[in-house]
């Protein structure tokens, strides 16, 4: 099966420009998330969504994170104005399924690497 | 809200010794997966523990879940270049669905 497709690999901007992360995850997996990783630690979660439904989104930045996933498939994660701590890999994943108690193995895709200098 | 800590954060062997990293959460978990990452790369799905007490082994890998379901290891045999890289376990609190990622334990092996 195709794996979690993420784009781009990379991305350079300066501070308080905006930019948007693009996943398409794997055929069938109604969860998907974003997570983001700062060097040297785990992923957090940033947004969840079962289909085209937001989950949890306690700990996205609200002020400059939006996220959407329309139909259910697709999903974008723009930030705008980026600060300087947001210099990290942005992980898609998606699962199978997912209940209050339960998450299926999560897919990784390859993260996008966003450096904001 | 829900902690998970691992230790230690690194771990240095020589190729042949082996190796155990811990996982800790500050609550009950329902259950408990454990992820592998390469440097450079992404994490990968390793394995899920549901039941208290369970062990399950794939190869020179074996993983237990704690009998309270707060803690987890992983230990390797025998350790190869192979093993290099960030293991890390994640799991959702039984009173929350979220999982939470610990900052994992970044194993080095020195041929």
């Known amino acids: 099966e195709a794996g979690v497709a993420q784009s781009p690999r990379y991305k350079i901007i300066e501070k308080r420009q905006s930019v948007a992360f693009w996943c398409n995850p794997i055929?069938?997996?109604?969860?998907l998330y974003w997570y983001q990783q700062i060097l040297g630690q785990g992923p957090k979660l940033l947004i969840q969504?079962?289909?085209?439904?937001?989950?949890?989104d306690s700990q996205l930045p609200k002020d400059r994170f939006s996220a959407e996933r329309l139909k259910g498939v697709d999903s974008t994660l723009k930030i705008q104005p980026a600060k300087l701590e947001d210099s990290a890999v942005y992980l898609c994943?998606?699962?199978?399924?997912?209940?209050?108690?339960?998450?299926?193995?999560?897919?990784f895709g390859n993260g996008t690497r966003l450096t904001v200098t | 809200g829900q902690q998970v800590m691992q230790i230690p954060q690194y771990q240095h062997v020589q190729e042949g010794e082996d190796f155990t990293t811990y996982c800790n959460s500050s609550?009950?978990?329902?259950?408990i997966q454990w992820y592998k990452q390469r440097p450079g790369g992404h994490p990968v799905f390793l394995i899920q523990?549901?039941?208290?007490?369970e062990v399950k082994k794939q190869k020179r890998l074996t993983f237990q879940f704690g009998e309270a379901k707060k803690n987890s290891s992983l230990h390797i045999t025998a350790t190869q270049t192979t093993d290099v890289g960030t293991y890390f376990c994640?799991?959702?609190?039984?009173?929350?669905?979220?999982?939470?990622f610990g900052d994992g334990t970044t194993l080095t092996v020195k041929p």
């Open positions: 055929s069938g997996h109604a969860t």
């Open positions: 994640a799991g959702p609190s039984t009173n929350a669905g979220k999982s939470t």
């Open positions: 969504f079962q289909n085209n439904g937001v989950v949890d």
């Open positions: 609550t009950t978990l329902s259950n």
């Open positions: 523990l549901v039941k208290s007490g």
């Open positions: 994943a998606s699962s199978l399924r997912r209940t209050q108690f339960y998450n299926s193995p999560l897919h």
